[in-house]
């Protein structure tokens, strides 16, 4: 007999979140590959998007696709009502799954959520209203109806417990870069179609407050490196407000490159040239680029912060601070000291390097197909 873990494969039909759906379909990536000797891994997707949008997973046993289109089924979803897709052994990288009661004793029925980021529930101000409360409320359904949520840092576990009575459902599973996640052979000539110089400090994220960009930016001035600033990940429509931020920090528009998302390949290209990557931000999420830095050997200089220590460890530097102040003022320190040198440099790539080696989907899809077993 056979045993199918059927995996929401929602972002790759219809994308809302860039990071989710990369993230989403590594992890369905690794699951066939590390599937066990008679399992099998099939998505369940929504009606619409691109016919071709599930051929990203290759090894797939079968497509269970909705009469809903992902916007419908979103709102069937967050009330609780048929959707035709509960039974068997499901796995969501995201809440978006049919948290429904279930009889996994008898009928060996399960179902298991991600959560990623608490910014609907720690900056909830930073997101249209009907977004955190679809978190929100399917947070409660998960508490109701989830077998077991996974969580990419135990220190996001502890955060996520104080928001709800989850008890010993948790788990704690990590990202990480995409499988095979290097620089690219032609990497200066992706850099120079993104019209970026060789050779400059790198940040991500954008001008929200939980982002940190604006301590980032800051710590950059401060530091008196004389480099050109990338800013990556930024949202579109976001790239003024990012260029004000840079110029209140004391930094010149044409030292700013500002470039939104960008695929897999061209970021790859992007940390090829990076001397550094600041990450600033202190909010509860899995640290996506941080990881990114750490799998190429990027030296990082990171806000301390519980998911940061946890990501991080020795693999970069962590500047802790009583104010905002003192944090900028520290990361600009770090940041020229890092870079005051050749030999400096390279010691804290090689650090990020060794540790860039603790992130791999492989690990994390053996770790969820061990979970389903366990339940």
Not at 99 to 112: G, I, K
Not at 219 to 227: C, E, F, K, T
Not at 350 to 370: I, N, P, Q, T, Y
């Amino acid at each position: 007999m056979v045993a199918t873990l059927r995996v929401v494969l929602d972002q790759l039909v219809a994308p809302t979140e860039p990071e989710l759906a990369e993230a989403s379909r590594e992890l369905a990536r690794a699951l066939v590959i590390a599937a066990p000797s008679g399992c099998e891994v099939e998505a369940i997707a929504p009606a619409g998007g691109a016919d071709d949008a599930l051929a990203a997973v290759p090894g797939l046993a079968g497509v269970r696709r909705t009469a809903l289109q992902r916007r419908e089924l979103s709102a069937a979803l967050q009330l609780g009502v048929g959707t035709g897709i509960g039974g068997g052994m499901i796995h969501s990288p995201s809440l978006f799954a049919p948290l429904v009661r279930h009889d996994r004793l008898h009928d060996n029925d399960q179902t298991v959520v991600t959560v990623w980021d608490l910014r609907p529930w720690e900056s909830p101000a930073e997101l249209p209203r009907a977004v955190v409360a679809w978190h929100k409320a399917m947070l409660k359904r998960a508490v109701k109806h989830a077998d077991a949520v996974v969580v990419p840092t135990h220190s996001l576990a502890a955060r996520l417990l104080e928001i709800a009575p989850l008890g010993d459902r948790l788990r704690v599973i990590a990202g990480a870069s995409p499988s095979g996640f290097s620089v690219p052979v032609d990497e200066v000539g992706r850099r120079r179609e993104l019209g970026l110089p060789e050779g400059f400090v790198l940040l991500a994220g954008g001008p929200l407050a939980s982002e940190g960009l604006d301590a980032g930016l800051a710590a950059v001035a401060a530091s008196r490196v004389d480099l050109p600033v990338v800013v990556i990940d930024v949202e579109e429509g976001h790239e003024p407000a990012v260029v004000e931020l840079a110029s209140a920090a004391g930094l010149p528009e044409r030292r700013m490159h500002v470039r939104g998302v960008l695929s897999a390949e061209d970021r790859a290209a992007v940390f090829g040239a990076a001397v550094a990557l600041v990450a600033p931000s202190r909010r509860g999420a899995f640290p996506w680029r941080v990881v990114d830095a750490l799998t190429l050997g990027v030296p990082v200089i990171a806000a301390s912060s519980a998911v940061h220590a946890e990501v991080v460890v020795e693999g970069g530097v962590l500047i802790t601070g009583s104010d905002a102040s003192s944090v900028v003022d520290g990361l600009g320190a770090a940041l020229a000291a890092s870079l005051g040198s050749t030999a400096a440099a390279e010691r804290l790539g090689v650090l990020a390097g060794d540790r860039g080696r603790a992130f791999s989907w492989r690990e994390a899809a053996d770790k969820v197909w061990m979970l389903h077993a366990e339940l």
